[in-house]
Antibody
Framework: EVQLVESGGGLVQPGGSLRLSCVAS????????MGWVRQAPGKGLEWVAN????????VYVDSVKGRFAISRDNAKNSLFLQMNSLRAEDTAVYYC?????????????WGQGTLVTVSS | IQMTQSPSTLSASVGDRVTITCRAS??????LAWYQQKPGKAPKLLIY???SLESGVPSGFSGSGSGTEFTLTISSLQPDDFATYYC?????????FGQGTKVEIK
């Protein structure tokens, strides 16, 4: 059974940093791209970043470029999102999600999400 | 690429046939997915490549369309289907989602 379990969310002040983690199980982690999708309270879904199988290719939404960094540790079946210079508009539930292997970047499995609140 | 869903909210009864529309601001071929999300839960993939049903998803769900216009149809609304539905294109980066359609009980 595919499982994605996020952790690391919490309350942080504007301008602060936070590192999210996602531990994967139930599939061959190093065969898949991985990604993060977020959802502000009461709002829709926004893709944040994807990373390829060996971590050499990373793609970001414009609003987080230069502030967020996606990475992975295939030995530990783990995905990370380092978030710096956080803003109030980054407040959201952050989901770890697995892009489908077949084609393109739609997400066939999602974690339960971790809440990040940016507030003073 | 902007994705626009209509309607934003839909009131329907159990047994109704329901159709949700998603329009892309430019052609995305068939690179479109549909998700269902219930309150406090992660999205669940329903449809990919515009019309392919994800494994385990009830056959009452179907998708159609190509280019810029797409539809998600629920043939006979079940109590478990009351939720919010999102379309997502994956034609190119950044992938983007529609704003969502909430299907509520009439």
């Amino acid at each position: 059974e595919v499982q994605l379990v996020e952790s690391g969310g919490g309350l942080v002040q504007p301008g602060g940093s936070l590192r999210l983690s996602c531990v994967a199980s139930g599939f061959t982690f190093n065969s898949y791209w991985m990604g993060w999708v977020r959802q502000a309270p009461g709002k829709g879904l926004e893709w944040v970043a994807n990373i390829n199988q060996d971590g050499t290719e990373k793609v970001y939404v414009d609003s987080v470029k230069g502030r967020f960094a996606i990475s992975r540790d295939n030995a530990k079946n783990s995905l990370f999102l380092q978030m710096n210079s956080l803003r109030a508009e980054d407040t959201a539930v952050y989901y770890c999600a697995r892009p489908s292997l077949s084609s393109g970047s739609y997400f066939d499995y999602w974690g339960q999400g971790t809440l990040v609140t940016v507030s003073s | 690429i902007q994705m626009t869903q209509s309607p934003s909210t839909l009131s329907a009864s159990v047994g109704d046939r329901v159709t949700i529309t998603c329009r892309a601001s430019q052609s995305i071929s068939s690179w479109l997915a549909w998700y269902q999300q219930k309150p406090g839960k992660a999205p669940k993939l329903l449809i990919y490549k515009a019309s392919s049903l994800e494994s385990g998803v009830p056959s009452g769900f179907s998708g159609s369309g190509s280019g810029t216009e797409f539809t998600l149809t629920i043939s006979s609304l079940q109590p478990d289907d009351f939720a919010t539905y999102y379309c997502q294109h994956y034609n190119e980066y950044p992938v983007t989602f529609g704003q969502g359609t909430k299907v509520e009980i009439k």
